[in-house]
């Protein structure tokens, strides 16, 4: 399916819609071809429509696109470029509707799964995406697609991804390649900046999860409160037919309710490990070194389910994924196969020496829930163990995270290492010292060591570890299995931390067989 139209479709379009303030060169347009949409002057091609996007862009950007080849820009502002404009109010909205436009609604081809929570995405979205892969290939239909902060498939090649959830321009013609390529099903994480910022206005969804909900991304270029973060994510029930709802969040009431209010949604399903009458109940939990079993109550059936990631919120995310499934027809014996085999990089991820003197847990908790989250399951894999604290928090956005994690910190343990994680253009001291002056507010005693070397830091708590001579738990929380960090603007490379632990794991070995 060619995607390409002349100009002249386009500015009717944008009139038709009553975005449009100004069009410049208008008598042109029937002339001009559109066989590409970009914001990225660097992708500009023959015969592109260049989008004028971001608080920074400057004029030379679209000089820079015109010598490309661009024949036509869209902008909130005027230019007097050379070439046709469409000049809109609201960038970031017509974005999102040129790109439904120019890729012809491409998710009406596809069935999409969103995900949104603060905490348990991208592991859902997994859980999800394994299942579905699973059943894809049991009945011999393409492989699902995937949009999600870890990768990206279209149902041809697997790329890295940038964002949680791409630009619009950028998520459309995803979905397009998707439908090219024979696509049926995919998973998509949906982040509130995508909600908020039209990335997905006109995506319809066949099924949307709302997991949970807790203070995140606060900050003066993200959600200047908790309020437009909540109503941000709400956004969500606006584009689904079936809404899959975690019972055992904070505001549930609130969402359930926002849920009930949304026009489209055409059906509610609720889950819950806490909840009984829950259309999906976790019963019977069992908590094991390297796994977890429950039983999922749906329906009046009674299904087995084991799952080779632990933390009592990984239930909760494996059943809206088992929720997700069964509204794509999913039968349940695929669904416990996919899930017993799943495996999620960097989250809960284990590593204990021979003698269980020494555990390391690698997760990427990186804010409020997500660490009372962690401790929690920490203390219940082993309530005896001392407990030691590795972490730090990005630069340059959600600043709340520095308090909430140094307090929640302080609460469980008095040994904190602090050090850099993403600092960006920050400076990590600055971003260290925030995080202790909550620690201290709730614990006075606790024992802080800042490092801006990660693996020192780490390397730090366990010589402490081993000098102490208790069992303990060390927990190296925030990168998971990243292998760079961000330092001004550019990512460096550093040895990710569940490799470096386990370097740390076999040293100890081998020093006690010398």
Known sequence: ???????????????DSGSATTITQENTADEVVIDRITFDSRAVTANTLFVCKGLNFKASYLKDAVDRGAVAYLSEQDYAADIPGIIVEDIRLAMAQLANFFYQS??????????????????TAGFVNQILTLDSQKKGQALPGFVSSTFNYDGLEKTPSTLTTPEAMDLYEMLARMRDNGVKRATMEVSSQALKYHRVDDVKMQVVAFLNISPDHISPVEHPTFADYFQSKLRIFDHGKVAVINEDTDHYEEILKAAQDAENIERIVTVSRKNPAADYFADELAFGETKQTFVVKNQG?????????????????????AAIA????VEWATIQKAL???KTDGRMEIYRSADNQLTFVVDFAHNKISFEELFSSVKEMAPDNDIRIVFGSAGGKAENRRADMGHVAGLNTNEIYLTSDDPNYEDSYKI?????EAINGVNPDAKVRSNLDRTGSIYMAYKDAIASGKPTTIVVAGKGSEDTIKINGRNEFYVPDFEY????????EFKGRI
């Open 340 to 342: 017993g085999d799943a």
């Open 432 to 436: 260290m010292a925030e995080i202790e």
């Open 501 to 508: 632990v386990q370097q740390l794991i076999a040293f100890y």
């Open 301 to 321: 059936e009674a299904i087995p389910m084991a799952l080779n990631v632990l933390g009592h919120f990984n239930i909760n995310n494996a059943l809206v994924a």
């Open 326 to 329: 069964r509204e794509n027809d």
């Open 1 to 15: 399916m060619s995607d390409s139209m002349k100009l002249s479709r386009a500015i009717d379009f944008f009139k």
């Open 106 to 123: 491409p998710w009406q081809d596809v069935a999409i799964s969103g995900i949104t929570g603060t905490k348990g995405k991208t592991t």
